[in-house]
């Protein structure tokens, strides 16, 4: 294959045959190099077997002396000065990532595993380098990058995958898919995850990065509002992360911790997500940025959200403050309780039922939470408000809920 940036390609081989000869001498000074010893079967033919060297871990542990060398910093030097590189430089190696670490481990690194697992270890081959290599320039100058991001997610089970919109589903788990992109993240799953009914599922937003891009997308914020969407949807405990992996034109890419709020698992069962309650989850999420521009609807979510994870007096003062902010404004709770009754009561009995209850100590989570979805769902919460009053006096009928709205459509 035509080489296309012939100084990335000898700053790079550079560095591979530096790294292979230094790490050949630890093995010849008696560092052990692991085995994987594989069967491999076939109907009515005798069994065959690889000692299959294991040199990713190997490379990964000497990460650090490799990324000091020399040729590393050549290497690198190169790289910075490659605008198409910009989105690697700018990779979650790390807390804080500087330029040159997120470039050794999502460039040099993968390159390098790539180029020792074409060798079978580190004897040198120019043609399992050039594979590596054409498969790594490929990545660098293609028309735009495949970007994805996926979480593990808890309290939740499903039959089949579920689009929410702009790239973000909710789908099974394939078997190994994280471990095969990230050895080291065993450790970073949540207990029990691929174990458990409700530990099955991952969150995952998909996404095509346009030409020189230089920044991937707000994946833990675009994953929390998915969340936050399918805990109102669905009431459902249902929580993601702790972290969230991230892949770039299919090679691993970084490691971002997910949103505090969102990784935090609250009270209360496990859920099951059908096709309607994804609907309404991909309708909600649609929605949720409308909050930006209305401080009320913004406090009265984080609100109701907060009291998912606080019982007793705690968790009914967020939820009288949550409807408070959504209905009832400079009004006060009576208000705000006397137009959830109108908008979520069928009848004039349910209604008186519906404000008692959203006015005591203790006003039922799930009202609150059913307020919220056919407050978002009516799109103008300010208007939705002049709705109901003109509703309480008789000057127009009540607004139609959105369930009511779908079961008539169905």
Excluded: K
Aim: hydrophobic share 45%; charged share 25%; net charge negative.
């Amino acid at each position: 294959m035509p080489v296309r940036a012939p100084h990335i390609h000898r700053s790079l081989r550079g560095f591979c045959l530096g790294a292979f000869r230094f790490l050949h001498e630890d093995v010849a000074r008696g560092a052990e190099l692991p085995f994987a010893f594989e069967e491999h079967a076939s109907l009515g033919r005798p069994a065959l077997y690889e000692y299959r060297p294991l040199v990713r871990g190997y490379v990964e542990t000497r990460a650090e002396r490799l990324a000091a060398r020399e040729d590393a910093r050549l290497a690198l030097e190169d790289l910075r000065r490659e605008p198409s590189a910009a989105i690697f430089a700018r990779a979650h190696a790390g807390p804080r990532p500087s330029e040159d670490a997120a470039l050794f481990h999502s460039v040099l690194l993968p390159l390098l595993v790539s180029t020792a697992e074409g060798c079978g270890g580190f004897d040198w081959e120019d043609t399992a380098f050039e594979r590596a290599y054409a498969e790594l320039e490929a990545s660098l100058y293609r028309g735009e990058h495949a970007y994805a991001a996926v979480a593990p997610l808890v309290g939740l089970s499903l039959g089949a995958a579920v689009e929410l919109g702009n790239g973000i589903r909710v789908r099974a788990a394939a078997a190994g898919e994280v471990a095969s992109y990230w050895p080291e993240a065993g450790g970073l799953l949540p207990q029990h995850f691929g174990r458990e009914p409700d530990r099955l599922c991952v969150l995952e937003l998909e996404r095509a990065l346009p030409p020189g891009s230089g920044e991937a997308p707000d994946a833990p914020g675009e994953l929390a509002d998915a969340v936050t969407a399918l805990r109102l949807a669905t009431a459902g405990a249902i929580a993601a992360g702790p972290v969230l992996f991230e892949r770039l034109d299919w090679r691993p890419y970084g490691i971002r911790p997910v949103l505090p709020i969102a990784a935090t698992i609250p009270g209360g069962e496990p859920t099951r997500l059908d096709q309607f309650r994804g609907r309404l989850t991909r309708d909600l999420l649609e929605r949720l940025p409308a909050a930006d521009d209305d401080p009320d609807l913004g406090e009265a979510l984080d609100r109701w959200e907060l009291s998912i994870f606080q019982e007793g007096a705690a968790g009914a003062e967020q939820l009288r403050e949550a409807l408070t902010a959504l209905l009832g404004g400079a009004d006060g709770l009576f208000a705000a309780a006397l137009r959830a009754a109108i908008l979520l009561g069928e009848t004039g009995g349910e209604r008186a039922e519906l404000h008692a209850a959203l006015q005591g100590d203790e006003p039922p989570a799930d009202l609150v939470r059913r307020a919220l979805v056919e407050t978002l769902m009516h799109g103008d919460r300010a208007r939705l408000v002049t709705t109901l009053d003109e509703a309480l006096l008789g000057l127009r009928p009540r607004p139609t809920g959105y369930f009511a709205l779908r079961a008539a459509a169905g």
